[in-house]
């Protein structure tokens, strides 16, 4: 490969990288802090190392149900309950969708 | 882990400089921001893990001055025989290798705002944003006869993790069967407010099983147990009998060290095992950064940015914040996160998020197997800007089980991965 194809390449290659930067998204701050506060106990990104279930590629749908049932008390629990009953619907929606989208 | 020039020559290179400029506004000059974490415990170890993994354009250097991480919760434990140092003992290696922290291990010995630099016992080192993670110190100003590491080895307080740990595990070891351990706990706001309840229920298992003929005396500064208090209550009557004596309204007002005799205000005991927690304040870091500035004791911050109220671009987070949060590992973690949040938006040019909520959970074991929880949601008030407490979300266990005992194992594993892993 000669030098100047080289610079062209990269050259190239950073056009891509700030076409891509500029086209990216700011992830979703509120998704990303609250599914942080479940990864004290349930491992970075829902990645549990044990004892807890794993949150990461849980189903969507299984997670808000999960969280409902926490919060009537159809589901019993030792502390569950209580911090499913801080969450709004909306939120644990958003924690649903964050973990529902992590590789397990 | 010896320090390396290099690291210090890496830091050199990424603090010249002001503002960092837009990476396809000028692509040959760009440099890194660089944030700078003093302090490598629950709360410092997860900003810098966070800020590296959200923002992996942002340079991180933690500086801490002990070669590992010791974990105060579960150190209870170590002090009651059914733990080792060794189970709360964790490495900082896969903060370097897996997300690229530089890890440097140095004493801070000042902090200029202006200049923003960092003053260590090996170098200086500049920064964009500095994050404080200091945890407590002791104020000695009313025991100074405690003031000195010879006399904490006589009498300890065994409130930050390590060889303060071992020690009082070692004087327990050597007691005599009807010896008599007391318990000094300080007005709060201290760090960890169940730990000393928690403490003494691993000290009377401990006794219990070994000494039956040995006392746990507790002279509780507060007017009463200041958290889980009908469940620690109902232990000590039910579980330690005859071994454990609560007396609240008890502060500390001396002690003679060579006898392990403390005086306060109803009681003067000659113990045979001293275990003195004294009073506590922000960790001296924040000082030498000028940003104590609640009662001389601890910090206010932004609760969306952790932002000092006193100083631009330092954050502090974990114990040394003036916050209606408990002061415990876990709070350390989850405002952690909250800053690298708010650290990354800041470098990027993006909003910080305006609504941060959050999660205190908090084990303590009754004895080797059984653990009670106490647990709640916080959410940002911005009309009040501080952190509230939702009611519904909180409050504690029925009873103590060896099931929570089990989750409280898993919440340990779990965190101490989530801080280092």
């Not at chain 2, 882990?1 to 050199?12: S, V």
């Not at chain 2, 709070?331 to 990354?344: F, R």
Request: aromatic share 8%.
């Amino acid at each position: 490969m000669t030098r100047r194809r080289i610079h062209a390449t990269a050259g190239v290659a950073l056009l891509l990288l700030c076409t891509g930067a500029a086209a990216q998204a700011a992830p979703d701050a509120q998704a990303r802090q609250l599914a942080a506060t479940c990864s004290a106990c349930h491992g970075t990104n829902g990645h549990s190392v044990g004892g807890t279930p794993v949150l990461a590629g849980l189903n969507r749908a299984h997670f808000i149900k999960q969280m409902k049932d926490f919060k009537s008390g159809a589901r019993p629990a030792t502390v569950m309950h209580r911090h499913a009953n801080g969450y709004s619907d909306a939120e644990i929606e958003k924690m649903a969708d964050y973990f529902a989208a992590q590789k397990r | 882990m010896a320090f390396q020039r290099r690291d210090f020559l890496k830091l050199a290179a990424a603090g010249i400089g002001a503002a960092a400029l837009g990476a396809c506004a000028a692509p040959a000059g760009k440099r890194k921001a660089h944030v700078v974490v003093v302090g490598g415990g629950f709360g410092g170890a997860t900003t810098a893990k966070y800020i590296r993994m959200w923002g992996p354009d942002i340079e991180v250097t933690l500086i801490e001055r002990n070669p590992n991480f010791i974990s105060c919760p579960f150190s209870n434990l170590v002090i009651g025989g059914s733990k080792t140092m060794a189970d709360i003992t964790h490495n900082y290696d896969a903060l370097r290798s897996k997300y690229g922290v530089n890890i440097v291990q140095a004493e801070v010995t000042g902090i200029n705002p202006g200049k923003r630099t960092v003053t260590t016992s090996n170098g200086v080192v500049s920064y964009d944003r500095l994050v404080l993670s200091p945890g407590i110190d002791f104020m000695y100003d009313t025991l100074p006869m405690l003031a000195s590491a010879e006399a904490q080895e006589q009498v300890p307080h065994s409130w930050k993790a390590g060889p303060q740990t071992v020690i009082l595990r070692k004087q327990l070891e050597a007691m005599k069967n009807g010896g008599v351990y007391v318990l000094s706990i300080p007005k709060a706001p201290y760090r960890c407010p169940p730990g000393p309840y928690e403490r003494a229920c691993q000290v009377a298992y401990y006794l219990k099983t070994t000494k039956p003929r040995s006392k746990v005396i507790i002279l509780d500064a507060n007017p009463e147990v200041t958290s889980k208090k009908g469940l620690f209550m109902k232990v000590w009557a039910e579980m330690y009998p005859g071994i454990v004596e609560y007396k609240p309204n008890n502060a500390a007002l001396h002690v003679d060290v060579a006898t392990r005799t403390i005086k306060s205000e109803f009681e003067k005991i000659k113990a045979d095992v001293l275990n003195v927690v004294p009073p506590q304040k922000a960790g001296t870091v924040a000082a030498l950064a000028g940003v104590v500035n609640v009662d001389n004791r601890w910090c206010a911050v932004d609760f969306t940015s952790y932002e000092s109220k006193a100083q631009k671009n330092i954050h502090v987070i974990g114990d040394a914040i003036s916050a209606p949060l408990p002061k415990s590992g876990h709070m350390a973690n989850q405002t952690g996160k909250i800053a690298a949040g708010a650290i990354v938006a800041l470098v990027n040019g993006d909003p910080v998020y305006a609504n941060p909520k959050f999660a205190n959970t908090c084990y303590s074991f009754v004895d080797n197997k059984q653990a009670v929880n106490v647990a709640g949601v916080f959410a940002y008030d911005p009309e009040k800007k501080t952190m509230v407490g939702i009611k519904e979300s909180s409050g504690v266990s029925n009873a103590p089980s060896e099931i929570e005992g089990g989750y409280a194992q898993a919440w340990a594993s779990n965190i101490w991965n989530d801080v280092l892993k």
